[in-house]
């Protein structure tokens, strides 16, 4: 694929995995404001589009087998990889960083004020998190499925409480949108989870969480508001 600076950045990071890590490593949003360009994507990220656009032409990573696949795969497997994968992840992080966060701030809190704040926007994160990965289990994973299988030629779908699909992927990327801006307060208020020279190990494993977090998190994103989401509005259209 080759890039200019009206390349779209979801387009972009759909490309292949290299491509995603340049824009990730650059702090640019490509999951939650994927639709935009690269080049207003770099001046939101104050980065050199230029640059940026010299280091996609260069990159050459070739897509692992496994990565490329979900924008052809069923969507039944897309979902199960993103509960399997994504949503377990953050079941498990969140109870272990919420911890590691509060004894690293009863610890340093006192000289280091701003980890009551991370504390705070993080359990802010979990609960969106938590109840938001729940509404796509119950609902819209197991709709799209239906839809699929349907399209399929087994079975029909009955009209949904929510009308279309495109309800609740509306409601579901709004929520992206909001976790994505908690972890950016985060990333900002941990000076890029850098940590003080005077930390300790919980420290640094706390920050270091944190940065895995947010990073899983884009990815996690990008499955859905890039691929998956995009993929079921076509299906219902199909079938309409
Ligand atoms: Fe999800
Ligand atoms: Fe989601």
């Known amino acids: ?12 990071a759909l490309s292949n995995p290299g491509a995603r890590h340049i824009l990730e490593d650059a702090g640019i949003d490509y999951c939650c404001g994927g639709g935009k360009s690269l080049q207003s994507a770099c ?9 940026i656009l010299l280091l996609l032409r260069q990159n050459s ?4 087998p496994g990565e490329a696949q ?9 979902t199960k990889h993103i ?8 079941r498990d992080a969140i109870p272990r960083l919420r911890q590691l966060l509060g004894k690293v701030r009863e610890k340093h809190g006192g000289k ?9 926007l993080f359990a802010d994160v979990a609960r969106e ?3 938001h990965m729940q509404k796509e289990e119950q609902i819209l994973f197991p709709f799209i499925v239906l839809l699929e299988r349907a399209a399929n030629g087994n079975g029909s779908v009955e009209p949904p409480f929510f009308q279309t699909v495109r309800n609740p992927i509306y ?18 208020a941990s000076n890029g989870y850098q940590p003080p020279a005077d930390a300790c190990t919980s420290y640094h494993a706390a920050f270091q969480g944190l940065a895995e977090f947010e990073k899983d998190l884009h990815f996690h994103v990008h499955l859905e508001n890039n691929i998956l989401f995009p993929r079921a509005v076509e299906l219902e259209t199909a079938a309409v």
Request: proline fraction near 3%.
């Open 171 to 188: 409601s579901m990327m709004k929520e992206h949108d909001s976790a994505g801006e908690l972890m950016r307060q985060i990333r900002a």
């Open 43 to 51: 001046l939101q990220a104050n980065v050199s589009a230029e640059e």
């Open 70 to 78: 979900w924008t052809s795969a069923p969507l039944a497997q897309l």
């Open 1 to 12: 694929m080759s890039f200019n600076t009206d390349t779209k950045v979801n387009e972009i």
């Open 129 to 131: 998190m938590l109840m």
């Open 83 to 90: 509960q399997e994968r994504h949503h377990q992840y953050v």
């Open 61 to 64: 990573e070739a897509v692992p």
């Open 112 to 120: 280091h004020s701003e980890l009551g704040q991370i504390e705070k």
